[in-house]
T-cell receptor, first 113, second 112 residues
Framework: EAQVTQNPRYLITVTGKKLTVTCSQN?????MSWYRQDPGLGLRQIYY???????DKGDVPEGYKVSRKEKRNFPLILESPSPNQTSLYFC????????????FGPGTRLTVT | RKEVEQDPGPFNVPEGATVAFNCTYS??????FFWYRQDCRKEPKLLMS???SGNEDGRFTAQLNRASQYISLLIRDSKLSDSATYLC?????????????FGQGTTLQVKP
């Protein structure tokens, strides 16, 4: 089944404790991206990757890191999480870029206390 | 001013009604436009792409007005299952740039 998977789905952590949210797609998509969704603000793009080893900042990259060492994986790293990073996070992929249909993962609900 | 703006609603309509949503965007260089549907904080899913000539898919019609920089979504004969949040999405700049901008969404509630 073609899909985007994210892990974990739910995470409660404390300020400053490094964490990684994994994202994997099995559709051989070139483009992958991360979003956060907050009430009243909608989805905001954190980082995106047009292909392996190519990543770029979205609109809200501060406090996040990503890497794209393999085509299928695009982990999101929070080196020192803070409470303002409490949010619902979505990973997405598409065949070649933003002009194509985006396939979203199920979301990761992160709470930083 | 937000780069992509939508009326958050909620729009409360009876079954069978026709409802229309508009979305405005500020970057005149934007090339790609979409409507996504999101159910109750689940992942968004593509409803339809929006082309310059407009497009229709069953009860749904999407249109693009480049001169006024807005896109619209029309839903005819609303069903209870249409209740969701509808997200307007715009590709900032040319189709080769990687950034997608989402509106905050318009919530539709279809009542029996």
């Amino acid at each position: 089944e073609a899909q985007v998977t994210q892990n974990p789905r739910y995470l409660i952590t404390v300020t400053g404790k490094k964490l990684t949210v994994t994202c994997s797609q099995n559709m051989n998509h070139e483009y992958m991206s991360w979003y956060r969704q907050d009430p009243g603000l909608g989805l905001r793009q954190i980082y995106y990757s047009m292909n392996v080893e190519v990543t770029d900042k979205g609109d809200v990259p501060e406090g996040y890191k990503v890497s794209r060492k393999e085509k299928r994986n695009f982990p999101l790293i929070l080196e020192s999480p803070s409470p303002n990073q409490t949010s619902l996070y979505f990973c997405a992929s598409s065949r070649q870029g933003p002009a194509y249909e985006q396939y979203f993962g199920p979301g990761t609900r992160l709470t930083v206390t | 001013r937000k780069e992509v703006e939508q009326d958050p609603g909620p729009f409360n309509v009876p079954e069978g009604a026709t409802v229309a949503f508009n979305c405005t965007y500020s970057n005149s260089a934007s090339q790609s436009f979409f409507w996504y549907r999101q159910d109750c904080r689940k992942e968004p899913k593509l409803l339809m792409s929006v082309y310059s000539s407009g497009n229709e898919d069953g009860r749904f019609t999407a249109q693009l007005n480049r001169a006024s920089q807005y896109i619209s979504l029309l839903i005819r004969d609303s069903k209870l299952s249409d209740s969701a949040t509808y997200l307007c999405v715009v590709n900032r700049g040319s189709s080769n740039t990687g950034k997608l901008i989402f509106g905050q969404g318009t919530t539709l509630q279809v009542k029996p």
